[in-house]
């Protein structure tokens, strides 16, 4: 049975999926000889969001959930589906919740690294912003520049976007009227404010996408990988922190590493 020539002949695979759940229901021997196969077509994929590796997974998903493999097989499909599920889908997701301490330029690397990961080289394709960068940092990032008026280091960076932005188109329409009219037009303008740079780190994430040509699925995963292990706090969880009162604006995140907890700052 060649799982792989099913699959990629059919455009509706569900009844393909189905037939061979059935065939390794009966077949009890067949088992190991299917799990082997959907190890290997879902491991080092060129085109992971292919129709093709999207139905291997499905099946190899249903398959876990039907039946086991024998012991041997059982210790391999562990280690395939640690190694490339829930590791690597576990230390994004923490990164796209803004879990990850790192700079600006580094986060952006490795949105290219997911892109390159999910679509291969650069192409014109519909992707969101979310989905491989923590938006909500960009914008609390923000939110505190704001409140504090300016900062040093990354903040000049933001100051002068922020003269630039103001020079612009919004400055033109501020308006005096009400505080409550006030309060709108800057509420407003910082809205169209967090747009532009949510725009403009989209665009630095495109260029640094284009520069992975080349890099296949596993490549790209050891890449993005490599870069989170640097952190010395990697394989601990984070959790926000409500901060009533601080001195400073800055974030507070709470790490949890084994039976260690840590109160970590992040400017």
Known sequence: MSVSTEMEAVSDPV????????????????????????IKQTNHVPHPNSPANRAHWHLLTCMSCTF???????????????????????????LTRGHFPAREETLQHLAGLRLQFLFGDKARITWSLENVYPVGRLRSRIL???????????GQTLERRRTS???????????????????M??????EMWIKEEMSSTRASIVEKWSHLKGLDQHQAMLKYMSII?????????????????????????????GSCLTLKTEP
């Open 15 to 38: 009844p393909i999926i189905q037939g061979i759940l059935q065939t390794c229901q009966d077949l009890r021997p067949l088992r190991d000889e299917v799990y082997c196969q959907l």
């Open 68 to 94: 086991l493999p024998s012991r041997g097989i059982l210790r391999y499909l562990r280690f395939h589906l640690k190694s490339m599920c829930f590791g690597f889908c576990q230390a994004h997701e923490s």
């Open 144 to 154: 505190q520049f704001t409140k504090a008026g300016g900062a040093s280091g990354s």
């Open 165 to 183: 932005f103001l020079d612009g188109t919004l400055r033109r329409g501020l308006k005096t009227g009400s505080m409550k009219k006030q309060r």
């Open 185 to 190: 037009e800057e509420e407003q303008m910082l």
């Open 229 to 257: 292990k640097e952190w010395p706090g990697y394989g601990s969880t984070l959790f926000d922190v409500e901060v009533i009162f601080m001195y400073h604006d800055s974030r507070l995140l709470l790490r949890k590493s």
